[in-house]
Nanobody, 121 residues
């Protein structure tokens, strides 16, 4: 079992930055891939970014490539999402997710409760 807790969401103006954190507990942190998804009102949950067990491989949705950076600190059992140049369309609930594999596969197994990110224009 893996428990995930997100933090760092909030309200920011367009062009601003936020850093989300996801603290994990349970299974050995360095044994699974992790990622971020988001869900805007009235829309389906979508993939944002993912990172392999070691941090050596990262993956991004086209919509955030070049603006968001995913990273992880295995000794601290924490994953991060640095979000720069935020746009109003980035407004969503952001969810931390964990797979059971070392690299991301089709569907994460574990999910956090989500943290709200609101970008004002």
């Amino acid at each position: 079992q893996v428990q995930l807790v997100e933090s760092g969401g909030g309200l920011v103006q367009a062009g601003g930055s936020l850093r989300l954190s996801c603290a994990a507990s349970g299974r050995t942190f360095s044994s699974y891939a992790m990622g971020w998804f988001r869900q805007a009102p009235g829309k389906e949950r979508e993939f944002v970014a993912a990172i392999s067990w070691s941090g050596g491989n990262t993956y991004y949705a086209d919509s955030v490539k070049g603006r968001f950076t995913i990273s992880r600190d295995n000794p601290k059992n924490t994953m991060y999402l640095q979000m720069n140049s935020l746009k109003p369309e980035d407004t969503a609930v952001y969810y931390c997710a964990a797979w059971v594999e070392l690299v991301p596969s089709k569907h994460p197994r574990y999910w956090g409760q989500g943290t709200q990110v609101t970008v004002s224009s």
